[in-house]
């Protein structure tokens, strides 16, 4: 199966996406959710849209924010709204190692804005 990425020319900005609010029914479950607002968090602060990242990218953001313990994906892999392009850690589940780029799916963009909106529905 073919994985359809953001393009460079996509319409929809990590700044284009309220984070100020919970993105409820977004994914299916909170913890999934926040992961998500981190994560577009992360793209609006290092200002360079949707491009790839590393483990250690995400998990450098995580911690300048002063939390600790790592961050997770919680099911974002698994709902293929992220993608591990190198698929060097396919058996460590969530967590990833330190050099894995990531990329991230249309799928994730769709969820994020039209939950940011107030929105609710089904987009798969």
């Given at each position: 199966?073919?994985?359809?990425?953001?393009?460079?020319?996509?319409?929809?900005?990590?700044?284009?996406?309220?984070?100020?609010?919970?993105?409820?029914?977004?994914?299916?479950?909170?913890?999934?959710?926040?992961?998500?607002?981190?994560?577009?968090?992360?793209?609006?602060?290092?200002?360079?849209?949707?491009?790839?990242?590393t483990?250690?990218?995400?998990?450098?953001?995580?911690?300048?924010?002063?939390?600790?313990?790592?961050f997770?994906?919680?099911?974002?892999?698994?709902?293929?709204?992220?993608?591990?392009?190198?698929?060097?850690?396919?058996?460590?589940?969530?967590?990833?190692?330190?050099?894995?780029?990531?990329?991230?799916?249309?799928?994730f963009?769709?969820?994020?804005?039209?939950?940011?909106?107030?929105?609710?529905?089904?987009?798969?």
């Amino acid at each position: 199966m073919e994985h359809k990425l953001i393009p460079a020319t996509a319409t929809i900005e990590p700044s284009d996406i309220d984070t100020s609010k919970q993105f409820w029914d977004a994914f299916g479950n909170s913890e999934t959710e926040t992961s998500a607002i981190w994560i577009v968090n992360f793209c609006k602060d290092r200002n360079e849209g949707w491009e790839d990242f590393t483990y250690a990218d995400i998990e450098a953001y995580y911690q300048s924010k002063g939390l600790k313990g790592g961050f997770w994906f919680n099911r974002l892999f698994e709902m293929q709204c992220l993608h591990d392009k190198t698929f060097k850690s396919k058996e460590l589940g969530d967590r990833h190692s330190d050099d894995d780029v990531i990329s991230i799916d249309f799928r994730f963009v769709a969820r994020c804005y039209v939950s940011s909106l107030g929105c609710s529905f089904n987009i798969d």
